[in-house]
């Protein structure tokens, strides 16, 4: 005889309970907060290492010393306008980008690993293959991760024929390795990259969110896609107020939040905008809408975007304080 | 943090902790993974918590973190889903009983992740539509259909011998539950859906 069918989510509630019956490892809570602790300090030494740079600066800022840099971006840090020919196409296929001129091939780029040590650095072996000499600069490939952006040394490289370039970054997290056309923001190339030490290498899934910060402005990808793009126009900060000019604008549609921003102080404080402006802008079909941040009782620091729970998708310098 | 707001998330963080360790579990088979994406979840909302502290239902928020960071880890390269066609062995219909080893997690596995979600959050976790939807980022249809799709599933594996009673909250009949709008789960999620 068949028993009564049973409501599926009873049935399910029972398999739970089997879950809770065979007992769970142990959970150090503690850990988590530490870890959430560790995440807004890393906001805070970010913010030190970016103010001890100052305002003004245009490119980037020297972080823990040595060759490697990361992505401060001062609001006046738009990449500049390009010396290279603009005529280059950019294709990308799998883990191989082909950089052409008009029909004429000039050169194969490859990224052939990217791996991540216990210390979190980031290495990248990359294989160039041209017999045009075709220049490639480092500093146009940027690893997005969890936190900043990082970059690194703006050495400028020619290949003749087929070389394997190697070169590092600190502090970086699984992410996406772009690389950002020459005096644009747009993307010639980008890799999904970090898979620890294994070193693997893949394409950006479609449906995969992303940040990347390139100068003032902020792109969100949903893979190789721009959806929207953030852009701090200008931060000040007064004895006691700090102002930023944010603008937003999207493909399909977009929400920037206010709360998303944080003003963090070289010395430590983190604040919220006022919560009297506005709380969020909309925005859809490539229209463009802007608003007006401000933060009470901040001092010289650096405004950051956080969205998604992120550590961190965009940082701009404050310039020095007034008076 | 202030303190005061420091207690309060780590007494949050108590109650939340065993249905939210069993729900990642369920997601993913695996208690580290699971131990690692709660870790990851917590120390986000510690990051927010304080804009976030006063929200009604942290549970919820909790979730959508770490479901979002789930889909989203799960679109690398090395780690992307692979669809199958292999569903663990049937022949719990039967039953009913819990002591065949077949726990929730293991019931799941045939489902593809979205599925898994979308079915723990409505039909044992009670949660209506909306609010999944919300957790989710996606569109409270597109959650109906990974029920319905995730249900056809389960059938392979716990056998005909049960009734779909959330087939009418599916048809859009009924959100049931509390008011989505007390959620406030617009504090997350913006970009990744």
């Given at each position: 005889?068949?028993?009564e069918?049973?409501?599926?989510?009873?049935?399910?509630?029972?398999?739970?309970?089997?879950?809770?019956?065979?007992?769970?490892?142990?959970?150090?809570?503690?850990?988590a907060?530490?870890?959430?602790?560790?995440?807004?300090?890393?906001?805070?030494?970010?913010?030190?290492?970016?103010?001890?740079?100052?305002?003004?600066?245009?490119?980037?800022?020297?972080f823990?010393?040595?060759?490697?840099?990361?992505?401060?971006?001062?609001?006046?840090?738009?990449p500049?306008?390009?010396?290279?020919?603009?005529?280059?196409?950019?294709?990308?296929?799998?883990?191989?980008?082909?950089?052409?001129?008009?029909?004429?091939?000039?050169?194969?780029?490859?990224?052939?690993?990217?791996?991540?040590?216990?210390?979190?650095?980031?290495t990248?072996?990359?294989?160039?293959?041209?017999?045009?000499?075709?220049?490639?600069?480092?500093?146009?490939?940027?690893?997005?991760?969890?936190?900043?952006?990082?970059?690194?040394?703006?050495?400028?490289?020619?290949?003749?024929?087929?070389?394997?370039?190697?070169?590092?970054?600190?502090?970086?997290?699984?992410?996406?390795?772009?690389?950002?056309?020459?005096?644009?923001?747009?993307?010639?190339g980008?890799?999904?990259?970090?898979?620890?030490?294994?070193?693997?290498?893949?394409?950006?899934?479609?449906?995969?969110?992303?940040?990347?910060?390139?100068?003032?402005?902020?792109?969100?990808?949903?893979?190789?896609?721009?959806?929207?793009?953030?852009t701090?126009s200008?931060?000040?900060?007064?004895?006691?107020?700090?102002a930023?000019?944010?603008s937003?604008?999207?493909h399909?549609?977009?929400?920037?939040?206010?709360?998303?921003?944080?003003?963090?102080?070289?010395?430590?404080?983190?604040?919220?905008?006022?919560?009297?402006?506005?709380?969020?802008?909309?925005?859809?079909?490539?229209?463009?809408?802007?608003?007006?941040?401000r933060?009470?009782?901040?001092?010289?620091?650096?405004?950051?975007w956080?969205?998604?729970?992120?550590?961190?998708?965009?940082?701009?310098?404050?310039?020095?304080?007034?008076? | 943090?202030?303190?005061?707001?420091?207690?309060?998330?780590q007494?949050m963080a108590?109650?939340?902790l065993?249905r939210?360790?069993?729900?990642?579990?369920?997601?993913?088979?695996?208690?580290?993974?699971?131990?690692?994406?709660?870790q990851?979840?917590?120390e986000?909302m510690?990051?927010?918590?304080?804009?976030?502290?006063?929200?009604?239902y942290?549970g919820?928020?909790?979730?959508?973190?770490?479901?979002?960071?789930?889909?989203?880890?799960?679109?690398?390269?090395?780690?992307?889903?692979?669809?199958?066609?292999?569903?663990?062995?049937?022949?719990?219909?039967?039953?009913?009983?819990?002591?065949?080893?077949?726990?929730?997690?293991?019931?799941?596995?045939?489902?593809?992740?979205?599925?898994?979600?979308?079915?723990?959050?409505?039909?044992?976790e009670?949660?209506?539509?909306?609010?999944?939807?919300?957790?989710?980022?996606?569109?409270?249809?597109?959650?109906k259909?990974?029920?319905?799709?995730?249900?056809?599933?389960?059938?392979?594996?716990?056998?005909?011998?049960?009734?779909?009673?959330?087939?009418?909250?599916?048809?859009g009949?009924?959100?049931?539950g509390?008011?989505?709008?007390?959620?406030?789960?617009?504090?997350?999620?913006?970009?990744?859906?």
């Amino acid at each position: 005889m068949n028993a009564e069918p049973t409501p599926l989510s009873e049935r399910l509630k029972q398999l739970d309970a089997v879950t809770q019956a065979q007992g769970m490892p142990a959970f150090d809570l503690d850990a988590a907060v530490r870890g959430g602790e560790r995440r807004q300090q890393r906001r805070s030494i970010a913010g030190t290492a970016a103010a001890t740079v100052g305002a003004g600066l245009v490119a980037a800022a020297l972080f823990a010393g040595g060759a490697h840099w990361n992505a401060f971006w001062d609001v006046d840090s738009d990449p500049a306008p390009s010396a290279v020919p603009v005529d280059l196409v950019y294709a990308q296929r799998g883990d191989s980008v082909t950089v052409s001129r008009g029909r004429d091939p000039l050169a194969r780029v490859t990224v052939t690993s990217a791996a991540i040590d216990a210390e979190g650095h980031g290495t990248v072996a990359m294989r160039v293959e041209s017999d045009a000499g075709f220049v490639i600069q480092l500093s146009d490939f940027i690893w997005a991760g969890e936190s900043l952006d990082r970059l690194t040394a703006a050495t400028s490289m020619t290949v003749d024929g087929s070389q394997t370039i190697n070169w590092t970054y600190d502090g970086v997290s699984e992410g996406e390795l772009a690389w950002v056309r020459p005096g644009t923001d747009r993307l010639a190339g980008v890799w999904s990259v970090g898979a620890g030490d294994s070193g693997a290498v893949g394409a950006v899934a479609a449906d995969r969110s992303w940040y990347l910060q390139v100068g003032s402005a902020v792109t969100v990808y949903e893979g190789v896609e721009p959806q929207a793009r953030m852009t701090v126009s200008s931060v000040a900060v007064g004895r006691t107020v700090g102002a930023a000019h944010v603008s937003v604008t999207a493909h399909d549609r977009y929400e920037l939040r206010a709360d998303d921003f944080v003003w963090a102080e070289e010395s430590g404080p983190q604040h919220a905008p006022l919560a009297d402006d506005w709380r969020s802008l909309s925005v859809r079909d490539d229209a463009v809408n802007t608003g007006d941040l401000r933060f009470a009782g901040v001092g010289e620091g650096y405004l950051l975007w956080a969205p998604d729970g992120r550590e961190t998708a965009g940082v701009w310098l404050s310039p020095a304080v007034a008076g | 943090m202030r303190q005061d707001l420091k207690d309060r998330f780590q007494q949050m963080a108590q109650v939340e902790l065993p249905r939210l360790r069993r729900f990642a579990y369920t997601m993913c088979e695996d208690w580290h993974r699971a131990d690692d994406y709660v870790q990851g979840a917590l120390e986000r909302m510690y990051v927010a918590w304080p804009r976030v502290h006063g929200i009604a239902y942290p549970g919820a928020y909790l979730r959508a973190i770490l479901v979002r960071q789930m889909l989203n880890e799960w679109r690398r390269p090395w780690r992307r889903e692979h669809s199958t066609d292999e569903l663990p062995e049937a022949g719990y219909e039967t039953t009913g009983d819990a002591d065949l080893g077949l726990d929730l997690a293991r019931a799941l596995s045939g489902l593809s992740t979205r599925q898994r979600a979308a079915v723990v959050l409505r039909y044992v976790e009670d949660r209506p539509v909306a609010e999944v939807a919300q957790i989710m980022g996606a569109a409270p249809g597109t959650v109906k259909r990974h029920c319905s799709d995730g249900v056809v599933r389960l059938r392979h594996i716990l056998g005909e011998n049960f009734i779909d009673d959330r087939l009418g909250d599916l048809r859009g009949s009924s959100s049931g539950g509390r008011p989505v709008s007390e959620l406030d789960l617009d504090e997350i999620g913006r970009g990744v859906r």
